[in-house]
Every structure is written in structure tokens, then in C-alpha cells.
């Protein structure tokens, strides 16, 4: 492994710990809130456990990795790379928010096509054609045979 | 004897043999895609056997689970490419080979090798399962807790490079199964009182996200590389020599694979690594090593198989998952209204052996599909990785709604997304989490029971023999590592090579 990769890891250790000395707070708070019963172990005794251990794991993923990085240079992660992310991601949301209303073809059209542009696709118009039939085969196999209710839009499909 | 006999009649006939055909067939296409492992394979796949009767769904997805491992070594072997950490072992000697031209004899010997040992496994199981079934009838909840004790310190010791990223991703999964409404006092917890939190986060889900959108992204990120694929030449047999080098590897493995795999502790990677390791220590070819033995491939190949084989025996008689994939298969058993257990070979006897005997048949066309076919299969490995992946996006969508059925699920898998792939840029492993997922709420679950009986005592937790020999090996798992180190510097050796993770298994 080169230096530039172990550096990635190790800042990607540090930001996972971080989320999760965060989420840590949130389960040891919703925890605090629940209401105590008479059993000899109550429903928060769990959560409380977990929340501790993922504060404890959690910092200790943060100081291995902050020590490793404590020498500061070498570039952050390429932004183009970041805006790829965020694109896929934004993808993924309007996939989840445009399903019920334009139906699982014409959605799933869609996320096939963006999402293998994304990854560096060469033809877009190809990119699309592969999408509606993958879909479409996905549609009538899973709605169609299998009895599986997908949504459809106001087209039916 | 006779009720397998019974299970062989359920699964012989016409239409169930067409399922075990149909899952064996897609298991393996999908299998063989780059970076789908087993546990993934067949959390995709689960809707497909949503509407099915409960036998034929059961029998299509055994197919399914032994197709996705024997789809899975062909792309290690071609492709260097492990789906999971489980072929790692595989692709080391096997791409070896097929860079050198032999892509052709390691793929039979993989195959056969699985034949091998997916059919001694399955022979072990049948013998082995109604065996600790009827000792596991006779545990309490102390016992249970104990055993997932166990479960929880291996898993985080074994599958992942440091006990410290082992047990950072098995209490993330823990935090997920947290979500819901507590079975005891009707209370939700970190549900934020949005609906499809309530019911808890599908296994399903979290699966694909943390595996299939977490290495879709990790593919956006890093940039594609274009991978290659090993060109196979000739038709996949073994000539007399490979033979008799392979066939003693088959039975090793199979004999390392089996006993570790069917213990109740983490799961199929520590058998494939012993094997490789005992190959190369007995092997007359040491120095192929490294360069492309034979043995390398059919002994850890065979492990694995075995030890998948071998991981069914704690999640049907004891209902306790080991693996990433064993915990996928007992989501699947609930969603057909089955509870693995002790209970499950009395009260649901003939789905059991049904499903035993569809792993035996599977076991049979797996070979007869693959040795013929593997060309066609190897064909699958020329699709280039944006279709692929987009293609792995829109089944994990397809999935995830089948499971839950809501937008709010599709956010949820994008947001367990994104942890995934931090996961993995971090080197953390990610079937701990799925395993911590099934298990915790588990293990909370049994210790409130133990404590509400004893009523508040908890030196019930040590009131048997059993109980106190497995705490003594939770304790012995979490201080050994720290005493081999100690013991090592002692004698002034070097700490042994790290274990090859060659490209990104998890």
C-alpha cells in the first residue's frame, strides 16, 4: 500500500469515527428518554451499552486516525470525484421521490442511464436503450410473473 | 434416513426441479459479476422467491446461495476480483494460473473441488444437524446468550484486520437493529417517528447498501480502472497429473472447512486461509507457490465450500448466524414464516430436509452447469464496470422496495450507502455489521428473558457447566491476540506478513 492510500484510510478511519462518536450522542440521548419499566433489564439498558461502546470505538478510530495524520500534507480527495458522489447521490433521491408518481420503468430507465454515465459510459443514447430494457424485462418479470406490486405512473407501467 | 428420503422426493419432483435449476442458473450468473459476493447474491435475489410456496422458495434459494459461491471463485480465478473474503485465499494461487494460461484446469479444479466438498458438507450436515438440534432443545436463554457472546467476539476478531475495525463495524450493525419498537415495552427507539423505522431496518436493505451501494460508490470514486479478464483457453478439465495433485487438497479443505465453518463462531474466512496455508506446507511444489499451484486453489476453494455447508448447522438447529450470508438466508426463513431453531426440524421437519436434499441436487447441477459452461459465464466478465454497477443499482432499488415497499426506504439505503462506502475506504470489514444486525437485538432479547426468570439475578448467566466453558472462550478470543503478540516479542520474531488483501474483498 503507498503512502497516499494509507493516508485515505486513515482519514476515512477518522471520519468514521467521528459519525459514529456522533451517532453515539443521538442513541445515548434517545435512550435517556425512554421510559423506565419494572422489568430487571429495561429497554434502555441496551441502547445505553451501544452507545457507549460506538463512543469508545469511535474515538479510538478518530485518535488512529488523527495520530497518523498528524504530519499535514498530501492533497484532500480529488473534487471532481466528491461531485461524482454527490451527483449519484442526488440521483438516488429523486429515484426514491420520482418512483410512486412516474412509475418503475420510466424511474428505473433513468437511474440505469445516469448512474452508468456517471461511471464513464461512452454512448449516452446506448446507455438509455440498455436502461428501458432492463427495466422493462425487471417489470414484467417481477410485476408481471412473480406478482411482485411495483408502482406504476399514468401510463401503467 | 427416511425423512431424507422424504426430502428427496419433495425435491425431485418436476417443478421443484425447475426451481433448483432456475436459482442454481441465476445464483451463478449473478455470482460471477465482479464484486457481488454470496451475501449479496442472495439478498438480491430474495424477491425473486418472495411468491413462491414456501418449498419451492426454499429450494430455489439454496440454489441460489450454492450457485453464488461457485460463480463467485470463477471471477476470483479470472478476474482477481474476490466478491467476498471468503475467495480471497482463492484468487491468490487462481489468478496466478490463469495469468499463466491455466486460467481452463484451476477453474475445474474449483469446480469439482466445490462438488467435493459442497456434497461431504452437505452428507456432514445431514448427520451433524438433528444432532445438536436435539442438544440445543435442551438450552435456556443463559445459554443463548452465551453462545452470541461468542459469535460476537469471533466475529469481530476474525473477519477484519484489527479486533478494534472487527468490533467498530459490529456495533455500528447493532446500533441499526436498535431501530424500532422494543418487543417488551412497546416503545420505539431511534425512530424519530418516521413510519418505516418503526418496524426496524430490513437485513435486506442494509446488505445492499452496505454492500452493493457501497461498492458502487467506491467504483464512482477511486475512478474505473479497467480490470482484466484472464482470456480461458481449452475446455475446463484436469489433466491426470492436476488430478492427483487436487484431489488430496479437496478432502483437506473439506475436512478443515466443515468443523470450523459449523461452530459458532466467525464464519468461512479462517478455514480458507488454514488450508492455503497447510498446502503450501505440504505441497512437493512449494516454489509454484505464488506463481499458480494447483493446490492452492482446490484446497481453500474446498474449505470454502464446505465451510458453507458447515455454517448452516448453528443457523438451523440453533438459529444463530455466523456469516454475512447465513444472516441474509435466516431473514429469508422468516420471510417464508419459518424460525430456525431447535423447534424447526420438529415442527417444519419436512421443509428441512427438502431444503437438505434441493443442496445435494444443487450440489450435482452446479457441476454439470459449470465445467460445460464456464465459457459462458467467463463471457458475463466482459461486461464493462458501468454497466455492471448500474445495472447492481437499479436490482438493489428493485429490492430494497420489495422489502419495504416505501420512498423512505430507498433514503435510508442511500444514506447506509454512503457509511458503506466510508466503511470500506476506512478497511473496516462489513459482514460484522450484518452479523451484529441479526444478532444484538438477539442477544438483548435473550438476556431479558434470562434475567426476567432468574429475576434479576445474574449469575444465572453462569449457572451451567456450557454457559461458563463458553464465557471462559469469549474471554480467551479476546486476550489470546494480545498474548501471541507479547509472546512473539519475547522471542524477538517478527510479527507474521499481514494477511493479503488482494484487491478489495469486503
Keep these: ?45 441496551a441502547p445505553t451499552l451501544i452507545g457507549l461502546l460506538l463512543g469508545v470505538l469511535g474515538g479510538a478510530l478518530v485518535v488512529q486516525g488523527v495520530r497518523f495524520l498528524r504530519t499535514p500534507q498530501g492533497s484532500a480527495l480529488d473534487p471532481r470525484r466528491l461531485r461524482r458522489l454527490a451527483a449519484m447521490v442526488a440521483l438516488l433521491i429523486a429515484f426514491a421521490l420520482v418512483l410512486p408518481i412516474l412509475g418503475y420503468v420510466v424511474s428505473s430507465a433513468a437511474l440505469f442511464a445516469g448512474a452508468a454515465l456517471l461511471l464513464g459510459a461512452p454512448h449516452p443514447a446506448r446507455v438509455v436503450a440498455y436502461g428501458w430494457t432492463l427495466a422493462a424485462l425487471a417489470f414484467l418479470i417481477f410485476d408481471r410473473l412473480i406478482g411482485l406490486s411495483l408502482p406504476t405512473g399514468p401510463w401503467g407501467f | 434416513m427416511d425423512q431424507l428420503l422424504t426430502g428427496f422426493a419433495d425435491a425431485l419432483t418436476p417443478a421443484n426441479l425447475l426451481w433448483a435449476l432456475v436459482g442454481v442458473t441465476i445464483g451463478t450468473a449473478v455470482g460471477v459479476l465482479p464484486g457481488i459476493g454470496p451475501a449479496l447474491t442472495v439478498a438480491l435475489l430474495l424477491p425473486i422467491t418472495f411468491r413462491l410456496e414456501p418449498a419451492g422458495a426454499l429450494i430455489m434459494f439454496a440454489g441460489i446461495y450454492y450457485g453464488g459461491m461457485y460463480g463467485g471463485s470463477t471471477t476470483s480465478i479470472l478476474l482477481n476480483t474476490p466478491g ?58 443463559p445459554e443463548y446468550v452465551a453462545l452470541m457472546a461468542v459469535a460476537f467476539v469471533t466475529v469481530s476478531a476474525l473477519l477484519g484486520p484489527s479486533l478494534l475495525k472487527g468490533a467498530a463495524s459490529l456495533v455500528i450493525g447493532a446500533t441499526l437493529g436498535l431501530v424500532g419498537i422494543d418487543t417488551l415495552t412497546g416503545q420505539s427507539r431511534l425512530a424519530f417517528g418516521v413510519p418505516s423505522l418503526l418496524d426496524g431496518i430490513d437485513v435486506v436493505i442494509v446488505v445492499v447498501a452496505l454492500f452493493a451501494l457501497g461498492e458502487t460508490f467506491a467504483h464512482l470514486v477511486a475512478g474505473t480502472g479497467a480490470s482484466r479478464v484472464e482470456p480461458l483457453r481449452g475446455a475446463a478439465v484436469l489433466s491426470r497429473d492436476d488430478f492427483r495433485r487436487s484431489w488430496p487438497a479437496w478432502l483437506r479443505g473439506t475436512a478443515i472447512g466443515f468443523p470450523i465453518g459449523s461452530l459458532p463462531a466467525g464464519g468461512a474466512d479462517v478455514p480458507t486461509f488454514l488450508s492455503y496455508g ?46 454475512a450470508t447465513a444472516a441474509v438466508i435466516l431473514t429469508a426463513f422468516q420471510s417464508y414464516g419459518l424460525q430456525p431453531g431447535p423447534q424447526l426440524f420438529t415442527e417444519s421437519g419436512d421443509l428441512v430436509w427438502a431444503l437438505i436434499a434441493s443442496l445435494y441436487i444443487g450440489n450435482v447441477l452446479l457441476l454439470v452447469l459449470n465445467l460445460p459452461l464456464v465459457r459462458v459465464w467467463a463471457r458475463l466478465l ?55 444486525l441479526i444478532l444484538a437485538p438477539l442477544f438483548e432479547q435473550q438476556l431479558r428473558r434470562a434475567l426476567a426468570l432468574s429475576e434479576g439475578d445474574w449469575s444465572v448467566l453462569v449457572s451451567t457447566p456450557l454457559t461458563v466453558i463458553l464465557w471462559i472462550v469469549v474471554v480467551l478470543a479476546l486476550i489470546a491476540p494480545g498474548i501471541f503478540a507479547l509472546y512473539r516479542r519475547r522471542r524477538g520474531e517478527p510479527a507474521p506478513a499481514e494477511r493479503e488483501h488482494a484487491g478489495d474483498p469486503r
Excluded at chain 1, 456522533?22 to 428518554?33: I, K, P, T, W
Excluded at chain 2, 486453489?297 to 448447522?313: H, I, K
Excluded at chain 2, 438493489?396 to 457509511?419: Q, S
Aim: hydrophobic share 55%; net charge negative; glycine share 12%.
Design chain 2, 278 to 323: 497447510l498446502e503450501k506446507r505440504l505441497s512437493k511444489h512449494r516454489h509454484e507457490f505464488g506463481h499458480g499451484a494447483i493446490e492452492g486453489v482446490a484446497g481453500p476453494e474446498s474449505a470454502n465450500n464446505a465451510a458453507a455447508a458447515g455454517v448452516l448447522v448453528p443457523l438451523l438447529t440453533i438459529g444463530l448466524p455466523t456469516s
Design chain 2, 84 to 141: 467476498e473474503s471468503a475467495s480471497v485465499a482463492t484468487a491468490l494461487e487462481g489468478n496466478k494460473m490463469a495469468r499463466s494460461g491455466r486460467a481452463a484446469a484451476a477453474l475445474a479444479t474449483a469446480a469439482i473441488g466445490s462438488f467435493v466438498a459442497g456434497t461431504i458438507g452437505t452428507i456432514a450436515l445431514t448427520v451433524a444437524a438433528p444432532l445438536v438440534a436435539d442438544i440445543a432443545i435442551g438450552f435456556g436463554p
Design chain 2, 382 to 436: 466482459t461486461i464493462p464496470a458501468y454497466g455492471i454497477y448500474a445495472g447492481v443499482l437499479l436490482f438493489a432499488c428493485l429490492g430494497t422496495y420489495a422489502a419495504g415497499g416505501t420512498t423512505a426506504d430507498l433514503m435510508i439505503l442511500t444514506v447506509l450507502g454512503l457509511v458503506g462506502l466510508l466503511m470500506r475506504r476506512a478497511d473496516v470489514p462489513v459482514a460484522p455489521a450484518v452479523v451484529g
Design chain 1, 1 to 45: 500500500m503507498t503512502e497516499d492510500q494509507e493516508r485515505a484510510q486513515a482519514r476515512a478511519s477518522a471520519l468514521l469515527g467521528l459519525i459514529m462518536v456522533v451517532a453515539a450522542v443521538v442513541v445515548l440521548v434517545d435512550a435517556a428518554n425512554l421510559r423506565e419499566s419494572d422489568d430487571a433489564l429495561g429497554p434502555a439498558a
